[in-house]
C-alpha cells in the first residue's frame, strides 16, 4: 500500500510547482509578450493594406528561415549588447550607454586591424581583445562616478553615447589610413583581419555567433555557480545589506560596469570584423554623427530575455528574426518600420511581464486546477476499490 501511494504521489501532476518556478514564469512572459507584439503588428498591418496582410504577416513570422544566416549574423552585435544590458541589470545598473560602449569597442578593433601589424593568425583575435578593452575603458566611466560619487549611470552613461559617438568620428576622421573622405567611410579590413566566416553562402555569418553564445553561457555560469555572481546579484537586491554583510558594494559596481561595457565593445568589434559576401570587401563604419542603434536594441533583448543569459541568446536570435522577415514584407508593400513596431509592442509587453504572469496563471490555476483535483479523487477512489 505505501509503495502505491509513492508511485502515485510521484506520477501526480504538480501544477503549484509548475506555475511558481521562476523558469517558467519568464518564460510564459517572453511568449505572452511575443504573441500579443505579434497580434498587435497584424492589425496594424490589416489597417495598412488589408489585402497584403495575411502575406506580410507569414513573411515576418516565417521569412527569417529564408536568410537563416542573416539571422545569426545581425543576432550577434545585439546579443552582445543584450548581455551587457542584461549583466549590468543583475547588479541594480541600468547600462543605457551601450551604444556608445559599443562604438568604441568597434574603434578600437578597427585601429588594432590598420594600425598594429600582426601574425596573420591572431590579428583578427587581438582586434576583438582590444574592442573588449574599448568598451570596458568606456564602461568604467560611468561605474566610478556610481560607485565613488554617487552619480545616476542613466545620466552618465546616455551622455557618454554622444561622447563617445562624436569622439570617435573625429578620430576616424583624422587618420588618413582608416578614412577615405571621398567615400566618407572606413577602408575595407584586410582579409586576416576579419573573423573566419562560417561558410554559409551569401552571408556574413562568423565565428562571432559561437562566441557571443559561449560568452552568454559562461555568464550563466559565473552569476549562478560562483560566489563573485552570487555577490553582484546579492549588491542588485540590496546594496547597503551587502555591504553591512561584508561586500564591497562599490568595488562590484566598477567592475559590474567595466565588464558590462567589455561586452558591448566585444559586440563592436564582431559586427566591424565581420568578413562580408562580396569577395575584396568587408564591413565599414561610416562616420556620420548617428548613435549605434545595435546598442539600444540590446537593451530590448535583455528586458525580452529577462536579463538572463540563456533567455538574452534566445530574444536576441527571435529579435533578429523577426527583422528579416520584416525586411521581406517591404515586397508586398508594407514599410521594413512595421517591424520596430511589432518589437517595440513586444518590449512594451514584456513591462507588463508581472501582470499578465499573475493573471494567465491564475487563470491556468482556476481552470485546470479543479481537473487536477478531480484526478487525484478519482485516482483515491480506485485505490480505495482495489483495496
Request: hydrophobic share 50%; charged share 10%.
Amino acid at each position: 500500500m505505501q509503495e502505491r501511494n509513492s508511485l502515485l504521489n510521484k506520477t501526480k501532476f504538480n501544477l503549484k510547482d509548475i506555475t511558481d518556478n521562476s523558469v517558467f514564469s519568464s518564460f510564459l512572459s517572453a511568449l505572452l509578450a511575443i504573441f500579443l507584439g505579434l497580434i498587435f503588428g497584424f492589425i496594424v498591418m490589416l489597417v495598412a493594406a488589408p489585402a497584403n496582410a495575411l502575406t506580410g504577416f507569414r513573411l515576418i513570422v516565417l521569412g527569417g528561415f529564408r536568410r537563416i544566416g542573416d539571422v545569426f549574423y545581425f543576432a550577434t552585435p545585439i546579443l552582445m549588447t543584450g548581455l551587457s544590458v542584461g549583466f549590468a541589470f543583475k547588479m541594480g545598473l541600468f547600462n543605457i550607454g551601450a551604444s556608445g560602449q559599443y562604438t568604441m569597442g568597434m574603434f578600437f578593433a578597427l585601429y588594432v586591424g590598420f594600425m598594429w601589424d600582426l601574425p596573420d593568425s591572431i590579428h583578427w583575435i587581438v582586434a576583438c581583445i582590444a574592442g573588449f578593452i574599448g568598451g570596458m575603458l568606456w564602461g568604467i566611466i560611468p561605474g566610478l562616478f556610481k560607485a565613488l560619487l554617487n552619480v545616476n549611470e542613466v545620466i552618465t552613461s546616455i551622455m557618454f553615447n554622444y561622447i563617445g559617438m562624436y569622439l570617435v568620428d573625429m578620430l576616424i576622421q583624422g587618420n588618413s589610413v582608416m578614412y577615405v573622405s571621398d567615400k566618407t567611410r572606413t577602408r575595407y579590413l584586410p582579409a586576416e583581419v576579419q573573423i573566419p566566416s562560417l561558410g554559409i553562402p551569401n552571408s556574413n555569418v562568423n565565428l562571432g555567433i559561437i562566441l557571443a553564445i559561449i560568452i552568454g553561457i559562461i555568464l550563466y555560469i559565473v552569476l549562478q555557480k560562483t560566489i563573485f555572481g552570487y555577490e553582484l546579484k546579492a549588491t542588485g537586491y540590496n546594496r547597503f545589506a551587502s555591504e553591512y554583510a561584508g561586500m564591497k558594494g562599490k568595488r562590484n559596481i566598477i567592475i559590474t560596469m567595466a565588464i558590462a561595457g567589455g561586452l558591448s565593445g566585444l559586440g563592436g568589434a564582431f559586427a566591424i570584423l565581420a568578413p562580408s559576401a562580396i569577395a575584396g570587401s568587408s564591413m565599414t563604419y561610416e562616420p556620420i554623427n548617428i548613435i549605434a542603434a545595435n546598442g539600444f536594441n540590446g537593451i530590448a533583448v535583455a528586458l525580452l530575455g529577462n536579463a538572463h543569459p540563456i533567455g538574452t541568446i534566445f530574444s536576441a536570435v527571435f529579435i533578429s528574426h523577426i527583422q528579416r522577415g520584416g525586411t521581406l514584407a517591404s515586397l508586398v508593400g508594407y514599410k521594413p518600420e512595421i517591424i520596430d513596431v511589432v518589437i517595440a509592442v513586444i518590449i512594451y509587453f514584456s513591462a507588463f511581464s508581472m501582470i499578465m504572469n499573475s493573471a494567465f496563471i491564475g487563470f491556468i490555476k482556476r481552470y485546470f486546477g479543479k481537473g487536477k483535483k478531480d484526478f487525484d479523487d478519482n485516482m483515491d477512489n480506485e485505490i480505495k476499490e482495489a483495496e
